[in-house]
Antibody, heavy 117, light 108 residues
Framework: EVRLVESGGTLVKPGGSLRLSCAASGFTFSAYTINWVRQAPGRGLEWVSS????????YYADSVKGRFTLSRDDAKNSLYLRMNSLRAEDTAVYYC??????????WGQGTMVTVSS | EIVLTQSPGTLSLSPGERATLSCRAS???????LAWYQQKPGQAPRLLIY???SRATGIPDRFSGSGSGTDFTLTISRLEPEDFAVYYCQHYGRSRWTFGQGTKVEIK
């Protein structure tokens, strides 16, 4: 079964840091671009970051650029999102999603990040 | 930066009725990179349509997509009870993914 499983979400104070993980199974992880998409409570979907095959290209939304760092470990079939200088507006469910040819075809179940004092 | 505007915000319909959802781009976009997703409460989004009109694996044929340029449409020919959800359009371009704000299809 093709699957993505996120972990690492929790309650963190403003200004704090957190690392999210996304574990892949059931497909050749190294052959795909993987993305993070977030959804604030009661809101729509917002793309956060993408990492291409071999980590050749990494892109960030303006809202997180300079604060978030995306990386991948193809040997472990895993993706990591390091989040620094967290703000209240970063509160959201964070989804990892497999991307290719302009579509996100596989999504994880999401992990909740709450930034609050 | 491309902005996707979906309308209406909410669509109130009965099971068996036809649903027509609109997605308008702020500038012309490639149909190849226009997709639609369905999201139910507490669940992750699910890919429905890609390339503006191709159904994803396992998606029933009551779902169809059309359009080009700046205007795209998702049609659900006959609403089933499980189709009441929020629908998002999405565009990929210049290494960025953009989503519309969503249309909620609710039971009338």
């Amino acid at each position: 079964e093709v699957r993505l499983v996120e972990s690492g979400g929790t309650l963190v104070k403003p200004g704090g840091s957190l690392r999210l993980s996304c574990a892949a199974s059931g497909f050749t992880f190294s052959a795909y671009t993987i993305n993070w998409v977030r959804q604030a409570p009661g809101r729509g979907l917002e793309w956060v970051s993408s990492i291409s095959i071999s980590s050749s290209y990494i892109y960030y939304a303006d809202s997180v650029k300079g604060r978030f760092t995306l990386s991948r470990d193809d040997a472990k079939n895993s993706l990591y999102l390091r989040m620094n200088s967290l703000r209240a507006e970063d509160t959201a469910v964070y989804y990892c999603a497999r991307g290719g040819l302009g579509r996100l075809d596989i999504w994880g179940q999401g992990t909740m990040v709450t930034v609050s004092s | 930066e491309i902005v996707l505007t979906q309308s209406p915000g909410t669509l109130s319909l009965s099971p068996g009725e036809r649903a027509t959802l609109s997605c308008r781009a702020s500038q012309s976009v490639s149909s190849s990179y226009l997709a639609w997703y369905q999201q139910k409460p507490g669940q992750a989004p699910r890919l429905l349509i890609y390339g503006a009109s191709s159904r994803a694996t396992g998606i029933p044929d009551r779902f169809s997509g059309s359009g080009s340029g700046t205007d795209f449409t998702l049609t659900i020919s006959r609403l089933e009870p499980e189709d009441f959800a929020v629908y998002y359009c999405q565009h990929y371009g210049r290494s960025r993914w953009t989503f519309g704000q969503g249309t909620k299809v609710e039971i009338k």
